[in-house]
Protein backbone atom coordinates (compact mmCIF):
# COMPACT_ATOMS: atom_id res chain seq x y z
CA UNK A 1 0.00 0.00 0.00
CA UNK A 2 1.35 3.90 -0.84
CA UNK A 3 0.53 6.44 1.25
CA UNK A 4 2.29 9.62 2.20
CA UNK A 5 1.92 11.65 5.41
CA UNK A 6 1.87 15.31 4.85
CA UNK A 7 1.70 18.72 5.84
CA UNK A 8 -1.10 21.68 5.27
CA UNK A 9 -2.15 24.30 7.35
CA UNK A 10 0.13 23.53 10.48
CA UNK A 11 -1.34 20.03 10.42
CA UNK A 12 -0.56 16.36 9.48
CA UNK A 13 -2.63 14.19 6.74
CA UNK A 14 -2.57 10.60 5.90
CA UNK A 15 -3.04 10.57 2.31
CA UNK A 16 -3.73 7.74 -0.20
CA UNK A 17 -4.31 7.99 -3.74
CA UNK A 18 -8.13 8.01 -4.81
CA UNK A 19 -8.70 8.94 -1.34
CA UNK A 20 -10.72 12.30 -0.04
CA UNK A 21 -8.90 14.43 2.34
CA UNK A 22 -10.23 17.33 3.93
CA UNK A 23 -7.92 20.23 5.06
CA UNK A 24 -8.25 24.03 6.33
CA UNK A 25 -9.36 26.03 3.63
CA UNK A 26 -7.12 26.52 0.95
CA UNK A 27 -7.20 29.91 -1.14
CA UNK A 28 -8.20 27.77 -4.40
CA UNK A 29 -11.66 27.46 -6.67
CA UNK A 30 -13.08 24.04 -7.31
CA UNK A 31 -11.56 21.78 -9.86
CA UNK A 32 -8.10 23.54 -9.61
CA UNK A 33 -5.03 21.56 -8.88
CA UNK A 34 -3.39 21.73 -5.46
CA UNK A 35 0.39 20.34 -4.99
CA UNK A 36 0.96 19.85 -1.48
CA UNK A 37 4.96 19.19 -1.26
CA UNK A 38 5.46 19.09 2.26
CA UNK A 39 5.56 15.38 2.69
CA UNK A 40 6.81 14.45 5.95
CA UNK A 41 6.70 10.36 5.14
CA UNK A 42 6.78 8.29 2.00
CA UNK A 43 5.65 4.33 2.55
CA UNK A 44 5.37 2.34 -0.42
CA UNK A 45 5.05 -1.69 0.54
CA UNK A 46 8.44 -2.53 2.27
CA UNK A 47 10.05 1.06 1.66
CA UNK A 48 9.92 3.83 4.12
CA UNK A 49 11.03 7.30 3.85
CA UNK A 50 11.14 10.00 6.79
CA UNK A 51 12.36 13.22 6.17
CA UNK A 52 14.19 15.48 7.96
CA UNK A 53 12.05 17.80 8.24
CA UNK A 54 10.85 16.99 4.74
CA UNK A 55 11.18 13.92 2.16
CA UNK A 56 12.85 15.36 -0.89
CA UNK A 57 11.61 15.22 -4.63
CA UNK A 58 8.00 14.14 -2.72
CA UNK A 59 4.88 15.65 -3.50
CA UNK A 60 1.26 15.03 -3.59
CA UNK A 61 -0.87 16.47 -6.81
CA UNK A 62 -4.45 16.45 -5.55
CA UNK A 63 -7.49 18.58 -7.18
CA UNK A 64 -9.90 20.47 -5.39
CA UNK A 65 -13.41 18.58 -5.06
CA UNK A 66 -15.65 21.00 -2.39
CA UNK A 67 -15.40 24.31 0.22
CA UNK A 68 -17.74 22.53 2.57
CA UNK A 69 -18.26 23.98 6.46
CA UNK A 70 -17.71 21.90 9.21
CA UNK A 71 -19.84 21.38 12.20
CA UNK A 72 -21.25 24.03 14.16
CA UNK A 73 -19.57 24.72 17.55
CA UNK A 74 -21.46 26.75 20.07
CA UNK A 75 -19.13 28.87 23.03
CA UNK A 76 -21.11 29.44 26.05
CA UNK A 77 -19.66 32.09 28.68
CA UNK A 78 -21.27 32.39 31.85
CA UNK A 79 -19.94 34.12 34.83
CA UNK A 80 -22.31 33.13 38.42
CA UNK A 81 -23.84 35.71 40.85
CA UNK A 82 -23.47 38.96 38.15
CA UNK A 83 -25.95 38.23 34.88
CA UNK A 84 -22.90 37.58 32.40
CA UNK A 85 -24.12 35.36 29.52
CA UNK A 86 -22.93 34.99 25.84
CA UNK A 87 -23.29 32.73 22.93
CA UNK A 88 -21.66 32.32 20.27
CA UNK A 89 -21.31 29.97 17.31
CA UNK A 90 -18.43 28.79 14.79
CA UNK A 91 -18.81 27.08 12.06
CA UNK A 92 -14.72 26.17 10.46
CA UNK A 93 -14.59 25.91 6.38
CA UNK A 94 -12.73 23.15 4.64
CA UNK A 95 -11.37 22.18 1.57
CA UNK A 96 -12.23 18.86 -0.04
CA UNK A 97 -8.95 17.66 -2.16
CA UNK A 98 -9.11 14.59 -4.37
CA UNK A 99 -5.92 12.56 -3.91
CA UNK A 100 -4.98 12.03 -7.71
CA UNK A 101 -0.95 10.80 -7.65
CA UNK A 102 1.77 10.51 -5.31
CA UNK A 103 4.81 11.50 -6.87
CA UNK A 104 8.00 10.72 -5.56
CA UNK A 105 11.29 11.85 -7.96
Do not use: C, W
Not at 43 to 70: F, H, M, R
Not at 76 to 102: A, C, M, N, W
Request: proline share 3%; no cysteine; hydrophobic share 40%.
Amino acid sequence: MKYVIVEAGGKQYRAEEGKLLTVDLLPAEIGDEVILDKVVLYANEDEVIVGAPYVKGASLKTKVEDQIKGKKILVFKYKPKIDYRRHTGHRQKYTRLLVESIVME
